[in-house]
């Protein structure tokens, strides 16, 4: 086995990692992960390290699920590979067609293959577009999407996408794709003195606004994610969604729910859409359908529009090399049916979902922490400066990277999105688990609140 120092030299020499600052990421060397079981990693040191980020959001079975390992070793075997295009089909594509239609809400009988979830929202553009197209409205061809939302990083997913540093880099958002406002109550609502549910009225009526002022007869579809994800674990009040969807309905707007996060079991439901109350024509998925064992992404597509699409469409002209990869079926196959099998969905309903969200109300006593909130096994903290007032942290001192480095420090990947601790821990975690990740926690708190102190950031 290499050391960590060579591995680090080999690294920071040719890989050029997403997301990341190549020069100090190479002066710092990155942390070697090399193995993982359960919901605990071990790196290239031996250090354990409790993966309360289930890797990228997605590893909701665990680590070390043998039935998925088999899934894939006999697919491999088999067939591993075939295509799609030509009228053919392999077994596992068709297999977890008829699955996912089985578990997702009753208007979805249909899906479209992708390798990711980037992928699956360029689907999303393409498919939408096309719709109306077909319909004789081509005239309809804009997307409203919200600041803040995370959509993947491909050209299409990067511009529904929220994140201003990303489309500051490379001439984004492409043409015919809005942004509306994030209902972040904290944020938005909290400075106006308005409840949670009256900001959340508030927040999708933006939305009508915006299509109004674009005009109705111009708006293809609106997506979001039914809990914003990467933009820092941002929880709508219960009244967002749905007005969202009437207002889609009033327009006979498409609703799209991005589900790459919330889908399959996440929010303690299949789809974050049951758990925040909408209805979606189209719902894009990728992590949690294969538990990030092997790529996959698609989009289930609602009745109103498959019907067109199959009817009226002739040739949809879109499609990826790895549309429903035999291997990758096979392996979310397995991924579902463990899901099912252990109940996965049930026991983050109705056991660790509750059971976090009362322990993160408990964490509300802590002086740096001015609001924690959970949906499911996603869960947020803020750090403020001062409880009373709400008081943020000057910028300059980056509290969360602060707290993250003592969490990494101490055998806890948690996630910093500037002031909001994030977490979104496997769904097989258990009671006893919840509570050593909760110890460490508070013990990291405690050092960055000392660290605070120190250094005069409270006064
Ligand atoms: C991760 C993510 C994507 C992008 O998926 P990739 O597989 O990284 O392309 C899209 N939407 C949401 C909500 C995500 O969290």
Redesign the pocket.
């Known amino acids: 086995m290499r050391s960590t120092q060579d591995w680090q030299r080999a690294d920071a020499a040719h890989f050029l990692h997403p997301f990341t600052d190549f020069q100090s990421l190479a002066r710092k060397g990155s942390r070697v992960i090399t193995r993982a079981d359960n919901i605990y990693l071990t790196d290239s040191d031996g250090n354990r390290i409790l993966d309360a980020m289930s890797g990228?959001?997605c590893v909701n079975v665990g680590y070390g699920q043998q039935a998925l390992v088999d899934a894939a070793t006999q697919q491999m075997q088999q067939l591993p590979f075939y295509n799609a295009f030509f009228q053919t089909a392999t077994p596992p594509a068709i297999e977890l067609a008829e699955l996912l239609a089985e578990v997702t809400p009753p208007q979805f009988q249909h899906v479209f293959f992708s390798g990711?979830?980037?992928?699956g929202?360029d689907t999303v553009v393409r498919m939408v577009r096309r719709y109306w197209d077909i319909l004789g409205q081509p005239q309809r061809s804009v997307i409203i999407s919200r600041t803040n939302a995370?959509?993947?990083?491909t050209m299409a997913?990067a511009s529904l996408g929220g994140m201003s540093g990303m489309h500051a880099q490379g001439g984004l958002p492409i043409p015919g794709i809005e942004h509306i406002e994030q209902p972040y109550w904290w944020k938005h609502g909290r400075p106006q003195g308005l409840s949670r549910e009256a900001f959340g009225l508030q927040a999708a009526r933006w939305l009508e606004e915006r299509i109004l002022a674009i005009g109705p007869e111009k708006v293809a579809a609106f997506i979001g994610?039914p809990v914003q994800?990467?933009g820092g674990v941002i929880i709508p009040p219960s009244t967002y969604w749905p007005e969202v969807q009437r207002i889609c309905d009033a327009y006979g707007i498409l609703l799209v729910s991005?589900e790459?996060?919330c889908g399959f079991g996440r929010t303690g439901h299949w789809f974050g859409c049951e758990t925040l109350g909408s209805q979606p024509d189209l719902m894009?998925f990728?992590?949690g359908v294969t538990s990030g064992y092997v790529?996959l992404?698609g989009v289930m597509v609602g009745n109103r529009v498959a019907k067109v699409l199959i009817e009226q469409g002739g040739e949809f002209e879109h499609g990826y090399t790895y549309s429903g990869h035999p291997v990758a079926c096979a392996v979310a196959l397995a991924n579902i049916r463990l899901i099912q099998r252990l109940g996965l969905v049930e026991h983050v309903r109705d056991d660790v979902g509750p059971y976090l969200a009362e322990q993160y109300r408990g964490l509300m006593d802590h002086p740096l922490v001015g609001d924690a909130e959970t949906c499911g096994l996603m869960g947020a903290l803020l750090l403020v400066r001062n409880k009373a007032t709400g008081d943020a942290f000057p910028e300059a001192v980056s509290i969360g990277m602060v707290c993250r480095g003592h969490c990494f420090a101490n055998g806890l990947i948690m996630r910093a999105v500037g002031d909001r601790m994030i977490i979104a821990p496997p769904l097989v975690i258990t009671r006893a688990q919840i509570d050593e990740m909760m110890a460490l926690i508070r013990r990291c708190l405690d050092l960055t609140l000392a660290d605070a102190q120190r250094s005069g950031w409270l006064s």
């Open positions: 990228l959001w990711s979830g980037s992928e929202n995370y959509h993947g990083s997913g994610e994800g990467a991005d790459v996060i894009t990728a992590k790529p992404g």
